[in-house]
Every structure is written in structure tokens, then in C-alpha cells.
Nanobody, 136 residues
Framework: QVQLVESGGGSVQAGGSLRLSCVGSGYNVLAHSNYCMGWFRQAPGKEREGVAGVYRGGEPTFYDPSVEGRATISQDNAKNTLYLEMNSLKAEDAATYYC??????????????????????????WGQGTQVTVSS
């Protein structure tokens, strides 16, 4: 059974940077290239939203317009770790960040995942979340 554990959250000043990590256990979801991986976030009173996604094996990658150009999703297959790096942080980036894994990847290939990556119901396995606060 796949388990995901996020880390790297904390308090960051506006304009600063952070790197979140998500380590998989129970099965090397990244090295076997069977899973699509995503980063989501949820602020208090708001719905969970997709931040970035990556198809099986590490590419292609997808980003929400709100973080395009400021975020990079990457993975280290040997370490079974998914990363999310963000810079130029804004107050609206404050949220609990979750990583998620999907074996079905939207039910098809890359084209299907391109349409499905940002939907929470695409993913069957979730981490517990790591909180990010942004101070001015």
C-alpha cells in the first residue's frame, strides 16, 4: 500500500521561496513510473485546488495559472520523492499543501491526464498535508 508523507512547510516571507517534499513508502511510486503525481493546496474555507501535476516517469508537467512560472514540480526516482519548489511567494499561496498519487492518471494517457491532473478525484492516495504560511 502506497503512503505519502509531505514535509517542508512552514512560515515564509512574501517574496520568498520554499521547497516541499513528498516521500512515498510501501511502493516506489516514482521509480516504477506507474503513477501520476500531483500537488494540491487547500486554504481555510476554500476547495482543494491543483497546483501542479506530473505524468508517469516525470513528464510532462502541468501547472495552475496562479503558480505558472513560480513553481516547479520534480521528482527523484531513486529517493521516491516528489518536490514542489515555489518562489516569489504571495499571501494567496498560504494553505495546507498535499501530495497525491494516481495510478489511473485520469483513465488514459497523457492527453487524459492533461485534462484530469487538477481534479482531486483523479488521485486515490493522499498525504496528510504540510502547512505553508506567508507573512508580509
Amino acid at each position: 500500500q502506497v503512503q505519502l508523507v509531505e514535509s517542508g512547510g512552514g512560515s515564509v516571507q512574501a517574496g520568498g521561496s520554499l521547497r516541499l517534499s513528498c516521500v512515498g513508502s510501501g511502493y516506489n511510486v516514482l521509480a516504477h513510473s506507474n503513477y501520476c503525481m500531483g500537488w494540491f493546496r487547500q486554504a481555510p474555507g476554500k476547495e482543494r485546488e491543483g497546483v501542479a501535476g506530473v505524468y508517469r516517469g516525470g513528464e510532462p508537467t502541468f501547472y495552475d495559472p496562479s503558480v505558472e512560472g513560480r513553481a516547479t514540480i520534480s521528482q527523484d526516482n531513486a529517493k521516491n520523492t516528489l518536490y514542489l519548489e515555489m518562489n516569489s511567494l504571495k499571501a494567496e499561496d498560504a494553505a495546507t499543501y498535499y501530495c497525491a498519487a494516481s495510478r489511473a492518471c485520469g483513465g488514459g494517457g497523457q492527453l487524459a491526464y492533461a485534462s484530469a491532473w487538477s481534479r482531486p478525484d483523479t488521485y486515490s492516495t493522499w498525504g496528510q498535508g504540510t502547512q505553508v504560511t506567508v507573512s508580509s
